[in-house]
C-alpha cells in the first residue's frame, strides 16, 4: 500500500500523560500536514511542513503540542500533558509541491481518547 | 481570509433519486475548491477537485460540481444516488495567502433510503 500511513490507530492515555503519533507520507510526497477533527465538525489545521521546514502553525497548537519531520520523510506529532479537550482524531496528509491544486491525501488518522 | 459554509448538516434521499449537498465559500483570492468523502472508520478521500479550469468538475462514482463565481458556490450533485453513497461529505477550500491550509466546512452527512 503506497498510501498515508498513521500509527497507532487508537490511542488511550491519562490525562496529563504525554502521546506521540507518527505519519508516513506518500514517499515522493515533500509536503506534510496535521489536521484535528472533533466529533460532527470537520478537520481544523494545525500545522504544515514543507521538506523539513515547518512552515505554518495553526493558533490551535498550543505549547504542549510539537511536530517534527527530521528528515523530510515521516512526521511525529506530540502532546503534552494531555487535556480531555484533546480527545479528537489526527489527521495526517501529504501533497506534492508543485501541482498547483493543494490536492491533499489523507491517512486514516489516529483516534486519541483522554480520560 | 477563506471560510466554507454547508448549508446541510444532514441529506437524507431515497436511492435513486437525484442527490444535492450545498456549499458555499468565501475566499479573498481565487481558489482551489475539493469535495472530500468520509465513509465510517475511513479515511478522507478526494471526489473532485475545481481549479480554474472548467466550472463544471465531474469527479469519482458519478459526482459532479459546479463552480458559480456569481453565487460563490460548489454544490455537489448526482443524478441518483446509490446505498453506498451514505457517508460524511465535506466542502473544502485552499488557496491565497494560507496556500498550504485546508479549511473544511462542518459536513454533510447524506444518508440513503432503500
Known amino acids: 500500500d503506497t498510501g498515508v500511513s498513521q500509527n497507532p490507530r487508537h490511542k488511550i492515555t491519562k490525562r496529563g500523560q504525554n502521546v506521540t503519533f507518527r505519519c508516513d507520507p506518500i514517499s515522493e510526497h515533500n509536503r506534510l500536514y496535521w489536521y484535528r477533527q472533533t466529533l460532527g465538525q470537520g478537520p481544523e489545521f494545525l500545522t504544515y511542513f514543507q521538506n523539513e521546514a515547518q512552515l505554518e502553525k495553526s493558533r490551535l497548537l498550543s505549547d504542549r503540542f510539537s511536530a517534527e519531520r527530521p528528515k523530510g520523510s515521516f512526521s511525529t506529532l506530540e502532546i503534552q500533558r494531555t487535556e480531555q479537550g484533546d480527545s479528537a482524531m489526527y489527521l495526517c496528509a501529504s501533497s506534492l509541491e508543485g501541482t498547483g491544486t493543494n490536492e491533499q491525501f489523507f491517512g486514516p488518522g489516529t483516534r486519541l481518547t483522554v480520560l | 481570509a477563506q471560510s466554507v459554509t454547508q448549508l446541510d448538516s444532514h441529506v437524507s434521499v431515497s436511492e435513486g433519486t437525484p442527490v444535492l449537498l450545498r456549499c458555499n465559500y468565501s475566499?479573498?483570492?481565487?481558489?482551489?475548491l475539493f469535495w472530500y468523502v468520509q465513509h465510517p472508520n475511513k479515511g478522507l478521500q478526494l471526489l473532485l477537485k475545481?481549479?480554474?479550469?472548467?466550472?463544471l468538475v465531474k469527479g469519482i462514482n458519478g459526482f459532479e460540481a459546479e463552480f458559480k463565481k456569481s453565487e460563490t458556490s460548489f454544490h455537489l450533485t448526482k443524478p441518483s444516488a446509490h446505498m453506498s453513497d451514505a457517508a460524511e461529505y465535506f466542502c473544502?477550500?485552499?488557496?491565497?495567502?494560507?496556500?498550504?491550509?485546508?479549511?473544511f466546512g462542518r459536513g454533510t452527512q447524506l444518508t440513503v433510503w432503500p
Open positions: 475545481y481549479t480554474s479550469a472548467a466550472t
Open positions: 475566499s479573498s483570492y481565487s481558489p482551489s
Open positions: 473544502v477550500v485552499s488557496g491565497g495567502s494560507t496556500l498550504g491550509r485546508l479549511y
